[in-house]
């Protein structure tokens, strides 16, 4: 069992910054993948960014250039800071773990960019 703990986010206007973490713990895997989703109303949750344990990166096309995602493994924690903020990143953003086929989400934290 893994659990996700999230913190960070908030309002913003557009054009500013916020950052997100997610602090994983319990069964912690060495080869694991931790990501970012978000939700916004009436819409399916979507990809924001992932990173593996190797350190490799992969963006929705909307968040490259703006968003970097990054990984502390010492702490077990993923970060997504999020730049040039938009009124449509407004959305539920959820951490996801995932690893040995299983796959943890976090509860979820709202964001609301504002124009």
């Known amino acids: 069992q893994v659990q996700l703990v999230e913190s960070g986010g908030g309002l913003a206007q557009a054009g500013g910054s916020l950052g997100l973490s997610c602090a994983a713990s319990g069964s912690i895997f060495s080869y694991n993948t931790m990501g970012w989703y978000r939700q916004a109303p009436g819409k399916q949750r979507e990809l924001v960014a992932i990173?593996?344990?190797?350190?490799?990166?992969n963006y929705v096309d909307s968040a490259k250039g703006r968003f970097t995602i990054s990984r502390d493994d010492a702490k077990n924690t993923v970060y997504l800071q999020m730049n040039s903020l938009k009124p449509e990143d407004t959305a539920v953003y959820y951490c996801?773990?995932?690893?040995?086929?299983?796959?943890?989400w976090g509860q979820g934290t709202q964001v609301t960019v504002s124009s």
């Open positions: 996801r773990w995932t690893g040995r086929g299983l796959v943890y």
């Open positions: 990173i593996t344990s190797g350190g490799s990166t």
